[in-house]
Structures are given as structure tokens and as C-alpha cells.
């Protein structure tokens, strides 16, 4: 079993910035991506971001593409998505996710077999 549990979720007005953390633990050994996605109510959980952990890939939305990095640090089992000049429409729960290798495209929900409680982040106009 895998563990994930998100902090660093908040308000925030337009343009401003967050760091949300994601801390991982358990049997991590079959984990090879890590993602961030982010839902709304009423529409589907949307993928925002992803990291391999063995291999050196990154992939964006492109909704915000430019505007977000992921990032991890391999010795704590943290995996980061700083979030820069937030909009109104980044408003949404975001989810921490781990999958272990092949399967699904990145953004592709079912990929997924953990998931974290969510860490909300609010932006205001």
C-alpha cells in the first residue's frame, strides 16, 4: 500500500503563487510516476502534472504549461507543484497520484492506483 498525503493548498488573489507538497509512503518500490491533477465540481478530474521517478520525464497540462513545475525530492518521497501566476481557473482540489510503470497516458485517471485526501487552492480575481 502507498500513502499520499497533499499540504500547502490555500487563497490566494490573481497572480500570486503556492507550493503544494505531496508526501509519499509505504511500499513505494512499484511507484514510477507521480501526478498532480486538480477537479472542479460537476466536471472530471483534470491531469495538471506528472514526474517520473526513476526516469527524467515531466509532463504538463497545457493549461499551464510555463505557469507550473513539478518536482521531487528522491531522499524525503515529496513531490512538489509549484504553482505561479495563478488564475481565477485554477480554482479546484488538487489530488496527489502515484502509478506504477506503464499503463495509461499520464493524465488518464485510471493509471492512477493511489491517490491523496486533496489540498484545495482558491484564487481570486
Known amino acids: 500500500q502507498v500513502q499520499l498525503v497533499e499540504s500547502g493548498g490555500g487563497s490566494v488573489q490573481a497572480g500570486g503563487s503556492l507550493r503544494l507538497s505531496c508526501a509519499a509512503s509505504?511500499?513505494?518500490?512499484?511507484?514510477?510516476?507521480m501526478a498532480w491533477f486538480r477537479q472542479v465540481p460537476g466536471k472530471e478530474r483534470e491531469g495538471v502534472a506528472a514526474i517520473g521517478t526513476e526516469r527524467p520525464v515531466r509532463y504538463y497540462s497545457d493549461s499551464v504549461k510555463g505557469r507550473f513545475t513539478i518536482s521531487q525530492d528522491k531522499g524525503k518521497n515529496i513531490v512538489y507543484l509549484q504553482m505561479n501566476t495563478l488564475k481565477p481557473e485554477d480554482t479546484a482540489m488538487y489530488y496527489c497520484?502515484?502509478?506504477?510503470?506503464?499503463?495509461?497516458?499520464?493524465?488518464?485517471?485510471?493509471?492512477?492506483?493511489?491517490w491523496g485526501q486533496g489540498t484545495q487552492v482558491t484564487v481570486s480575481s
Open positions: 509505504g511500499s513505494l518500490d512499484n511507484i514510477n510516476l
Open positions: 497520484a502515484a502509478a506504477p510503470p506503464y499503463g495509461m497516458p499520464w493524465a488518464h485517471t485510471s493509471r492512477y492506483h493511489y
